[in-house]
T-cell receptor, first 114, second 109 residues
């Protein structure tokens, strides 16, 4: 693979169910991010990680958790999904948190919670 | 508070020039990014400004005025493939990006 991949591409989920969105990058980037994108709103940061083993909260972390066991993988877990978590979720990575490092985005996961 | 404003939608003609404006109020400033996002796809990087002035990259240029909290993206010689949303994002003091809602650009032949 080249770049950043996400799985699944789309998912319909019953409210109350647990769901993990997967994200893998092969660029050896230190920093990784999870965003949600909703119509009429900008991308909103859920959680981030600036290096393997560390994570941080973004703008909208409630109801979500992440882990960063290694450099390549950054899964996002919804412990008990609610309809307001219906959104398109993008994973991104960059060489570092700062500077002019651009963020590279995965193709996104479209999640519908009923 | 944090706020990034962009026009919701703009229309332009193929071959013409269009300027997409972005104004921001954020907690500190560590650079401004422009991204392009085609419908149903992921955002892709276009430009980065951290100092005042104009950065030119082919048909696309980006301008920044930190004192005015203002940036614009200039697209020249518009092509149909430029139909997309253009996202403005500011990196704050904590290095997190705050994103505008995006400007949908419609190109007409």
């Amino acid at each position: 693979i080249a770049g950043i991949t996400q799985a699944p591409t789309s998912q319909i989920l019953a409210a109350g169910r647990r769901m993990t969105l997967r994200c893998t990058q092969d660029m050896r980037h230190n920093a990784m991010y999870w965003y949600r994108q909703d119509l009429g709103l900008g991308l909103r940061l859920i959680h981030y990680s600036n290096t393997a083993g560390t994570t941080g909260k973004g703008e909208v972390p409630d109801g979500y958790s992440v882990s960063r066991a290694n450099t390549d993988d950054f899964p996002l877990t919804l412990a008990s999904a609610v309809p307001s978590q219906t959104s398109v979720y993008f994973c991104a990575s960059s060489d570092s948190l700062g500077g002019n490092d651009e963020q590279f985005f995965g193709p996104g996961t479209r999640l519908t919670v009923l | 508070g944090q706020n990034i404003d962009q026009p919701t939608e703009m229309t332009a003609t193929e071959g013409a020039i269009v300027q997409i404006n972005c104004t921001y109020q954020t907690s500190g400033f560590n650079g401004l990014f422009w991204y392009q996002q085609h419908a149903g796809e992921a955002p892709t990087f276009l430009s980065y400004n951290v100092l005042d002035g104009l950065e030119e990259k082919g048909r696309f240029s980006s301008f920044l005025s930190r004192s005015k909290g203002y940036s614009y993206l200039l697209l020249k010689e518009l092509q149909m493939k430029d139909s997309a949303s253009y996202l403005c994002a500011v990196r704050e003091e904590n290095y997190q990006l705050i994103w505008g809602a995006g400007t949908k650009l419609i190109i007409k032949p």
